[in-house]
């Protein structure tokens, strides 16, 4: 039943059902995992030379965490995985020998020998007009930590620090107090339902991470990678229930995190504090001055839409920050949901507040039905 409770309530029903478009599509997801399984079995087949590493496959990043957003027209979206193989990197002379040794397994799978591209870390499997899988070969490294690995790196001839596993663990730990609530709050959805609950955190991250495909369209060099905005929303991220008020408060965190002039913003692996996860700024210092007055511009729109009086007023501004098409579609739908909310008498105000919700209760009134569209209703 469709219930909304203030603005922000409104807002947030918005967002939610922005963040349900952005979603790739079930079939996209099983798709995704066949790759992932068959690539996988490849690598760890017993007739493999990486066998007798005994390699652990895993998936790393936004398929992991639960924060893929479907791409943009004429972009691709990219899965990750770890091919971990049980070797001391210590004593292994060249790094990038492993990394050729998963090159070189792959090209043996005669549908992936014209698919892959060799990146500075890791086996690009590109699979056209879907999306392209990356394979980061790793180590394990316990003297860093249980689930620390390191990478080999071409341009250092070296191996990096990193934490894949680690890092997932702690993403899920801050989203977790979304699910806490929901245990207290609310029974657990009936099985059959298909709704996907996501925590108002990875609802953040999928809906800044649009916003950089949108902002960085014209110049995808400069764009802030997902790892580092995935980690400042976590970073920032203070529990709130209400998707509105965690990105309000993400992009004030992140805002206010942002260093003086002559120095850069540091994001490291809360997990790995080894790895630098915004190193790729320091390469590029254009594409860190973008960034970071591209997420002020961010926080001084969503500033605009707080101090709203209602979505038509907003609407403009949710369009520039998430897409034209997108944001009209989810706007008519939530419109016409309180139509029908009305029509069917099941749309109801509060006497003393004005609040309006879909459920009667004591002291509230049925709203008359209206039975003209577009209207700029302003809700309380």
């Known amino acids: 039943m469709f219930v909304t409770e203030s603005f922000n309530r409104q807002l947030d029903d918005l967002l939610e ?5 952005l979603q790739i599509s079930s079939a996209q997801h099983r798709l995704a995992q066949d790759r992932y399984e068959t690539i996988g079995n490849w690598l760890g087949a017993r007739e493999s030379p990486l066998a007798m590493f005994n390699p652990v496959i895993y998936p790393q990043g936004s398929l992991r965490i639960g924060t893929t957003v479907r791409p943009c ?25 492993v990394l050729d040794a998963v090159e070189q397994r792959l090209k043996k799978y005669d549908t992936y020998k014209t698919m892959l591209e060799r990146k500075k870390r890791c086996i690009r499997v590109n699979y056209a007009n879907e999306f392209h899988l990356d394979i980061l070969p790793a180590c394990p490294d316990p003297s860093s930590g249980t689930t620390c690995v390191v990478v080999p790196d071409r341009d250092v001839r ?17 989203a977790k107090t979304f699910e806490v609530y929901l245990a207290e709050h609310q029974e657990p959805l009936p099985s059959q ?36 905005l995935t980690t400042l929303a976590a970073e920032h991220y203070g529990g709130q229930q209400s998707t509105s008020e965690a990105l309000a408060g ?11 002039r002559n120095q850069r913003l540091l994001v490291l692996n809360p997990k790995n504090t080894k790895e630098d996860l915004s190193e790729k700024w320091d390469e590029n210092p254009d594409a ?35 897409g034209e098409d997108l944001t009209k579609s989810v706007v008519k739908e939530q419109a016409e949901s309180i139509q029908k909310a009305r029509s069917e008498q099941r749309l109801h105000m509060q006497k003393s507040t004005g609040i309006l919700s879909g459920l009667t ?10 039975t003209f569209y577009g209207s700029q209703e302003v809700l309380p």
Not at 17 to 21: A, D, H, L, Q
Not at 158 to 174: I, L
Not at 250 to 260: E, K, N, Q, R, T
Not at 296 to 321: C, E, K, N
Request: charged content about 25%.
């Open 73 to 97: 027209s004429g972009q691709e979206y990219d899965l990750d995985l770890v091919c971990e193989v049980q070797l001391d990197w210590r004593q292994v002379e060249r790094p990038v020998a």
């Open 193 to 228: 339902e298909p709704v996907e609950m996501k925590a108002p955190l990875k609802r953040v991250v999928q809906l800044i991470k649009r916003w950089r495909d949108l902002k960085y369209a014209d110049d995808q060099k400069i764009a802030p990678i997902s790892i580092v």
């Open 361 to 370: 209760t004591a002291g509230s009134v049925s709203v008359r039905s209206n």
């Open 288 to 322: 860190y001055e973008a960034f970071v007055s591209g997420i002020i511009a961010f926080h001084q729109s969503w500033q605009d839409i707080a101090r709203g009086r209602g979505i038509p007023s907003v609407s403009a501004t949710l369009r520039d920050l998430f």
């Open 250 to 260: 993400i992009l004030a965190g992140i805002v206010a995190s942002i260093p003086p």
């Open 158 to 174: 070296g191996w990096k620090p990193s934490n894949p596993k680690g890092y997932a663990a702690w993403f899920e730990s801050r």
């Open 17 to 21: 059902r922005i963040c349900s478009k």
